[in-house]
């Protein structure tokens, strides 16, 4: 899907508009004003057999009686006849249609079958569909608007598409009384055929957008957004605000979509993973959308404050810290330069104090001073209305400076109501963010950092070892498939792991007392005994495990009080054997896990491990396959990382080895998607050079080829 | 002369499969294959009567001709010792006249005990002595893997022999596969060594117990929202859904064939499931799904069942259906496994030539 192919939606040459109508507030009418009004210079056919012309344009019967080459049809008749307006569509050669009209999937079963045919038709004549339930597509730049949306935006640099369609036309009403510039508005509706993707990587490639915004409740093909968002990330931010992250939220969502919303955790590392930037709100949405719009990304870290209260620039302080951005510490030249052109009671330190009588110049002096320093890659400007404040002069001046030093992002905010509203407004409209408080203004300057530093890291490529033996796995996957088990016996999930290069203790399998006793003399005293059931997650719980048995006799005794106790606790579960293997020394007990995500793939998590997993909760998540910084970043977002490196004079673990096994997991599960769920829990980590174990690994495959 | 064989056995130790499984062996040999159960037990009235819920599948599955009350003349309640009450007479009358309808131009008769081997002992009417009356000779059936109940079958022989009746020899049922093994090479020589002949030993078919969705339907009175086509889902296990959708995931994964059971409000749990081939997923409390949720079910063919009950309720219900085997047999799949096992596992050779004019027959060819 490149460019050219979506080049029909976004500027056709001419435009149907099937259900056109005279009626003043039916939707056929809404659509074929707004598409007149809205200054598109192609041609318009207005498609209804009941009538001769709408707002003066000659009407047709059908799109086939159109005497040209028609690009795009809006379709906005009643779902049942669609089938049949589309398929004439098709025969017309239109390239795209986008379909207004609801009754389609979100209606059930019925429409269901109606949007399958839909899709269809589209693929049988190659043309690509928007929708259906869509509110239609904005372009600011053709221009066109095919929406419900009453007035058309100014035009601007913000791409925004939403998989609510009235969110979206919400939005945009904001945004004409704010006056943001958009260049396009696409609603995603049913997302048939067209999805987000696809318009993300429309609007990658499209040199006048310059910030991509996206609402979306759920994304059904999570590893190509992945791969597509990353690439569009390089050339431009997307900034996303995701629906159904409560889970409330989750549950309406479900029920909205009828899709799996899929575990936010998994969204949050996805995003993080191509360089997404999240927005909690959708004012931090549109906040983000104007910096990013019309400010530079930040070239250093330093961030300057100028502030004419001290108040709200402590505050803004400690909002930095909080949010990650560093306060600039400002060259002594620029603190003599500041302290010889500003009163002696204003504070010269970042943040910058110009005192509260201040007026336009004296900002305009110390905003030249800080931006000029080196140290400084941002800057924030705090007023609050006092006495004396010039908002409006100190607005045009700060406008007129930021030309001079157009490489480093100025956030202003200007607190207040009545006083300052002219100056905000100016200062919007010219392209600075404003804000009327700290929060919003710091929040921006922390989502601009964001997307920086991700740009400044440098390609990770996934690390792949060569010593592994994936045969060896497929065969045990096989063994398991043929005895139509998806849960793997201890033993079999070791064997995998192993085949992939991570040490697991050596273990043999005793069907009776005296084979365990025998197999126990062969590892070696002390042994461990295991239960083998795909039944039973919690072996614990159900006495499943005998410890330390150093005897022959405590092997056979222990295997009788296995069974026995197992029989009772889950009578039904099926008994394959008891595992047997030398009791390992202790070390530091940590958790390698994973879980397939439905739309992103292997989820890959780390953390302390042992019994308190579930409820310290001490852990980190990556999508695989994972790169060498990402298994090292796994382990240092976990407090248990500090135990690793030694406290107190306590000999560090061997990281080194836990990293590269944090590695072999991401390589196995994505060599072998079939594997769904796997957890070792415990590995145990010894001593730096000495390596780690995985004593206990739990996997389960997919039920694709069960039944 | 007909040959009648008596499948006794303890509770739920798959009489049902087993008499069936045997009917079609014998049929598939050209045999003129009967059916019989004296002693019934009913839950369910049809047409104002108790019925035994055993024999109208099989008269439905097995086409057999005879009415249900020749086919089982005598079905007991729940408190069937209230209405016998001096009836011993009566009842062994009605048995035997209904005996010699079912008999009749039969070549074998398979005959089925009551749940219990025990029922009607205090009429005389218990296994044995039935089994003496009519001349038909006994196949023990216990559960497997379990050595007390195994042992078990020893002092049925002999209380049978007490009574005056024979005993073919026994089957271990439902052994689990990792006990079959023991069975044969353990179990089957000491009961061999006590003089009982293991006439089989058959693994557990977990195919076989298990209810299929249709049978959640009938048990729990729902409504069938969606996946019509899927009712011949077979049902193993049950979740019930409260947690959180990434905890279910896990269980939802490592569950083959289990269903979940949830509120219809939980659709971050049901769309979860949904994407985990559940066998079905139950809703509670009468809470529908949204459209949305539903046509993503119908789409991915996945049963959704709607019970007014509450959760509680409905996992007590469900648990009538442990061991009704016999309420899903009538899956052609399932009739034509009851054989397969037979051929498989069962000395059937053995069962006829417990009869010494098949014996006689057979040494002939």
């Known amino acids: 899907m490149n460019k050219v192919k979506l080049d029909p939606i976004f500027r056709p040459r001419s435009v149907a508009i099937i259900g056109a109508s005279r009626t003043p507030g039916k939707v056929g009418h809404i659509l074929t004003k707004n598409i007149v009004e809205s200054g598109f210079t192609g041609n318009i056919w207005p498609i209804n057999p009941n009538t001769h012309e709408v707002l003066g344009l000659k009407c047709h019967a059908t799109i086939l009686d159109v005497p040209e080459e028609v690009d795009l049809a809006v379709i906005a008749i009643p779902a049942i006849a669609v089938s049949k307006a589309a398929e004439e569509c098709g025969q017309k050669g239109v390239k795209a249609l986008v379909v207004v009209s609801a009754g389609f999937k979100e209606i059930g079963r019925d429409g269901a079958l109606l949007e399958n045919r839909l899709i269809e038709i589209g693929k049988k004549h190659g043309m690509r569909i928007q929708g259906p339930n869509c509110l239609g597509i904005i372009d600011t730049a053709t221009p066109i608007n095919l929406s419900f949306a009453a007035a058309m935006p100014r035009e601007g640099r913000i791409g925004f598409i939403s998989q609510s369609g009235a969110l979206g036309t919400a939005v945009l009403d904001w945004a004409l009384q704010e006056d943001l510039g958009f260049h396009s508005f696409v609603s995603l509706g049913n997302k048939a055929d067209l999805d987000e993707v696809d318009f993300i990587e429309a609007m990658g490639e499209d040199e006048n957008v310059s910030v991509i915004l996206l609402y979306l409740e759920s994304i059904e093909e999570g590893r190509r957004f992945l791969e597509v968002a990353s690439k569009v990330v390089d050339k431009k931010p997307i900034v996303i605000l995701k629906g159904g992250t409560s889970s409330a939220g989750a549950r309406a969502a479900g029920s909205h979509t009828g899709a799996l919303v899929g575990s936010f955790r998994a969204y949050k590392t996805a995003f993080e993973k191509s360089g997404i930037i999240m927005a909690e709100s959708v004012e931090e949405l549109f906040n983000s959308a104007i910096a990013f719009s019309n400010q530079p990304i930040p070239k250093n870290e330093g961030v300057a404050i100028v502030t004419n209260a001290g108040g709200p620039g402590i505050l803004a302080t400690d909002l930095s810290e909080r949010l990650g951005l560093r306060i600039a510490s400002l060259t002594s030249e620029t603190r003599n330069q500041l302290r010889e052109g500003l009163p002696a009671a204003a504070s010269t330190g970042n943040p910058v104090d110009v005192l509260g009588d201040a007026k336009a110049d004296r900002y305009s002096f110390a905003v030249e001073k800080v931006l000029r320093d080196d140290h400084v890659g941002s800057l924030v400007v705090i007023l609050t209305p006092q006495a004396m404040t010039e908002s409006m002069v100190t607005a045009e001046s700060l406008l007129e400076i930021h030309g001079r030093f157009r490489e480093k992002p100025l956030v202003a905010v200007f607190m207040g109501g009545e006083g300052v509203e002219e100056a905000q407004n100016f200062l919007i409209r010219k392209g600075i963010p404003c804000y009327d408080f700290p929060e919003k203004g710091m929040k921006t300057l922390s989502a601009l950092y964001e997307y920086a530093r991700f740009l400044k890291q440098p390609v990770n490529n996934p690390v792949r070892f060569r010593d592994i033996n994936p045969e060896k796995v497929r065969k045990v996957i096989d063994t398991v498939r043929a005895d139509k088990r998806v849960v793997l016996l201890s033993h079999e999930a070791a064997s995998i792991v192993e085949a992939y290069g991570i040490t697991a203790p050596e273990s043999r399998i005793a069907q009776t007392p005296e084979e365990a006793a025998a197999h126990a003399k062969e590892l070696g005293f002390p042994v461990v005994l295991r239960i083998l059931s795909p039944d039973i997650i919690h072996k614990t719980d159900v006495g499943g495990i005998a410890l330390n048995l150093r005897t022959a006799e405590d092997v056979k005794s222990a295997f009788e009080g296995i069974l026995a106790s197992v029989t009772r606790f889950m009578p039904r579960s099926r008994i394959y054997g008891i595992m047997v293997y030398h009791m390992i020394p202790r070390g530091r007990e940590m958790i390698i896990g994973m879980s397939h995500d439905v739309q992103f793939g292997p989820l890959v998590m780390f953390g302390l491990g042992g019994i308190y997993v579930n409820f310290l909760k001490d852990v980190s998540f990556r999508l695989a396959p994972l790169s060498e910084p990402e298994a090292r970043e796994m382990m240092e977002e976990t407090k248990a990382y500090s135990l690793l490196k030694g406290i107190r004079g306590e000999a560090p673990s061997d990281i080194e080895a836990l990293k590269n096994t944090i590695l072999r997991v991401g390589q196995l599960v994505w060599d072998f998607p079939e594997i769904v769920e796997m957890d070792i829990n415990p590995i145990i980590v010894y001593g730096w050079g000495e390596g780690c174990v995985a004593l206990d690994v739990k996997m389960t495959l997919s039920k694709d080829e069960v039944k | ?365």
């Not at chain 2, 002369?1 to 009917?23: D, Q």
């Not at chain 2, 089994?131 to 050595?147: P, Q």
């Not at chain 2, 063919?301 to 996992?315: F, G, H, N």
């Open chain 2, 1 to 365: 002369m007909v040959y009648a064989i008596y499948v006794s056995g303890s509770g739920f130790s798959g009489k049902t499969a087993l008499s069936l499984g045997l009917i079609g062996k014998f049929r598939e040999i050209g045999l003129n294959v009967g059916y019989f159960k004296p002693v019934g037990q009913g839950r369910k009235m049809v047409d104002g009567k108790i019925r035994d819920q055993d024999t109208i599948l099989l008269k439905e599955v097995m086409g057999l001709r005879e009415s249900l009350d020749d086919l089982c003349p005598v079905v007991l309640g729940i408190r069937y010792l209230d209405q016998i009450n001096d009836k011993c007479d009566e009842l062994r009358t009605t048995i035997l006249d209904a005996y010699e309808k079912v008999k009749e131009e039969k070549d074998i008769l398979i005959v089925e005990s009551s749940t219990r081997p025990e029922s009607l002992t205090c009429c005389g009417l218990d296994v044995p002595s039935l089994a003496k009356e009519l001349d038909a000779k006994i196949i023990f059936s216990v559960k497997g893997g379990h050595d007390d109940i195994a042992e078990s079958a020893i002092l049925y022989r002999d209380y049978a022999h007490w009574k005056g009746a024979e005993m073919l020899g026994t089957v271990l049922n439902f052994v689990p596969y990792q006990q079959l093994e023991r069975m044969k090479g353990v179990v089957t020589p000491i009961l061999e060594g006590c003089g009982l002949d293991v006439l089989g030993v058959i693994p557990d078919h977990r195919e076989l117990t298990q209810p299929f969705v249709h049978d959640l339907v009938d048990v729990l009175g729902a409504e069938v929202l969606s996946g019509r086509d899927s009712l011949d889902n077979p049902v193993e296990g049950f979740l019930v859904g409260a947690m959180s959708p990434e905890s279910a995931m896990s269980w939802l994964r490592r569950s083959v064939g289990g269903a979940l059971i949830t509120g219809g409000d939980r659709t971050d749990l049901i769309v979860t499931a949904l994407e985990t081939k559940p066998s079905a997923i139950i809703l509670t409390g009468n809470i529908y799904p949204s459209v949305q949720v539903l046509s993503s079910a119908e789409e991915k063919k996945i049963p959704i069942l709607l019970v007014p009950s509450d959760t509680y309720s409905t996992v007590t219900r469900l648990d009538l259906l442990e061991g009704r085997i016999v309420s899903s047999l009538s899956s052609p799949k399932k009739i034509k496994l009851t054989r397969q096992i037979i051929n498989d596992h069962v000395d059937w050779g053995k069962i006829l030539e417990g009869n010494e004019e098949w014996k006689q027959k057979k040494a002939s060819k």
